[in-house]
């Protein structure tokens, strides 16, 4: 119980600390402010650094002079409109908006929990929670709290369920079979980033998918043994008073859907292996626009239309299943429903585009300015002079991202903050962007469980309470920690021995950058 206090006691002076904080667009603001400010001080000294690669001096830029702030007039639109995640992710959204409004996410993935058999329950769970970060905040709305539902429907601790689910959704927020909205977000940050050092650098969306898919299964092994191992036997059987509720299977009409939608997956299959195969295979090459989505060039795949259209293509994907499910399941009666469904899918992202607008002004304004190049310069040089070897490095990153995790909630706006830092330093130590940026993925997932600042922990607060009306923040933490611990310890494992083998992280995405390469 005394510990439980003292758990309670931190997590609630977090909770506090993270309330003061003002909200993260208004961060931004004041964030794209400060460069302002610190531009015009910085250029009244004699600070410089040395490019490593071109030897050139880099100086600051001052953009509180008649000429930069003409600048940042000049400049305020263009900023927001050329801002390479809001596109992709507006346009990701559209399909993405199809499939949930049409029912196909939510029947997915309670036909994947409850087809499951009974001892692989916590598994398909788990599993499921990982599965539906594709589709925003479904795993949070559905699978949570029908995670509590079924525990309870088998006569097992209904909270012991939804930390399953929660786990899955949450912890496993940065691991996944398919790409989803986060993918080109996140890619699109570090490539502006990475442009500090490499003006032609570029990051594509399926820059960490390698590891993100092994880690999919890893995650959901790992989640199902903290379950079982840890978190049932804790919790022990359950004595409220809640009553085991009927789960609702399927219906005709949504088993119907689910038939025309596995239709049209294999369709589209077969046409992407049609797209991709090599354009001089034999009887491949007598079909017309086979393989169409290769580098015309080259013939490969790593530069290619499939690659930098990736965004397009979970768009097509997306709406594509996300219509014939509706079709079939009648849930989409007219193209009005169709335009519906993406226009809801845009309405929830009007916080994001107003965060989108004033990140776009602070990644500009600390590009302008040179201040990015500078500290990563001088920054990669302190630790060069310590003697960092990689993977205390590594570490170092994770950890920091686990840490910000617990006050700052969104993804996205914590790498907006830390991208144009951390990748430039990390490029000049000799780390590619795209493993830098999964080095902060991981870190960013594993505290996600135990973040009063995460925005759908409230509602976490409320399913637990549904079956103890004395839950509160200590509850879910005690419950969660577990889960946040060993995934850090067993992720960090996972990161080392990928970067000792040398794999790449994804396609063309290597883990080593060299200046000038």
């Known amino acids: 119980m005394e510990k439980s206090n003292i758990i309670t006691r931190v997590l609630g002076g977090i909770e506090r600390v993270g309330n003061m904080l003002p909200h993260p667009a208004t961060l931004f603001a004041m964030f794209a402010g400060l460069i302002i400010i610190i531009s015009g001080i910085t250029s009244l000294f004699n600070i410089s650094a040395v490019h490593p690669g071109t030897g050139e001096i880099i100086e600051p830029v001052n953009l509180l002079s008649n000429e930069g702030l003409h600048k940042v007039l000049r400049g305020m639109v263009t900023n927001f409109t050329s801002f390479a995640p809001l596109g992709t992710v507006l346009t990701a959204m559209l399909g993405i908006g199809i499939a949930e409004s049409s029912g196909l996410m939510s029947s997915s993935l309670r036909l994947l929990v409850l087809s499951a058999p009974r001892k692989f329950l916590t598994f398909a769970i788990v599993l499921a929670g990982i599965l539906s970060n594709a589709a925003s905040e479904v795993g949070y709305v559905v699978l949570v709290p029908l995670g509590g539902m079924i525990f309870l429907a088998v006569g097992r601790n209904p ?63 790992i989640g199902t043994w903290v379950t079982e191992k840890i978190v049932v036997p804790r919790l022990g059987a359950y004595k409220g008073d809640a009553k085991p509720e009927e789960i609702r299977g399927l219906s005709k009409l949504e088993k119907r859907g689910i038939k025309f939608t596995l239709i049209a997956f294999i369709i589209i299959v077969i046409t992407m292996i049609w797209a991709m195969v090599p354009i001089s295979s034999g009887f491949w090459e007598n079909i017309p626009l086979s393989g169409f989505l290769r580098d015309p060039q080259t013939g490969g795949l790593l530069r290619s239309p499939f690659m930098s259209g990736i965004v397009a293509i979970i768009f097509i994907v997306a709406a594509i299943l996300g219509i014939v499910y509706g079709i079939g399941a009648k849930t989409l009666r007219n193209d009005s429903d169709v335009i519906n469904g993406m226009g809801k899918s845009m309405s929830t992202l009007g916080t994001y585009i107003v965060l989108v607008f004033f990140a776009a002004q602070f990644v500009a304004y600390f590009n302008w300015t040179n201040l990015g190049l500078i500290f990563a ?32 909630g969104s993804a996205s706006a914590k790498w907006a903050i830390m991208a144009p830092v951390f990748i430039p330093m990390f490029m000049l130590l000799g780390f590619s962007p795209e493993y830098t940026q999964l080095a902060y993925r991981v870190g960013d997932s594993v505290t996600n469980v135990i973040a009063p600042m995460m925005s759908y922990f409230a509602m976490i607060v409320a399913f637990i309470e549904k079956y103890d009306k004395k839950a509160g923040i200590g509850t879910i933490i005690a419950t969660m920690l577990p889960y946040s611990i060993v995934f850090l310890l067993c992720w960090l494992v996972m990161l080392i021995i990928w970067m000792l083998i040398g794999a790449p992280i994804g396609p063309g995405a290597p883990m080593f950058y060299e200046l000038g390469m």
């Open 159 to 221: 909270i012991a369920g939804i930390a399953a689910a929660f786990a899955g959704v949450s912890g496993g927020y940065s691991a996944n079979l398919v790409l989803g909205t986060i993918d080109p977000l996140l890619a699109g940050l570090s490539e502006e980033a990475a442009r500090i050092i490499d003006a032609s650098y570029t990051v594509n969306p399926a820059a960490n998918y390698y590891f993100m898919f092994i880690s999919t299964f890893f995650i959901a092994f």
């Open 377 to 408: 310069i001088k920054g990669a040089n302190v630790i060069a002079s310590v003697g960092m070897g990689q993977i205390p490095l590594l570490i170092s990153l994770v950890l920091i991202s686990a840490f910000i995790n617990l006050i700052i």
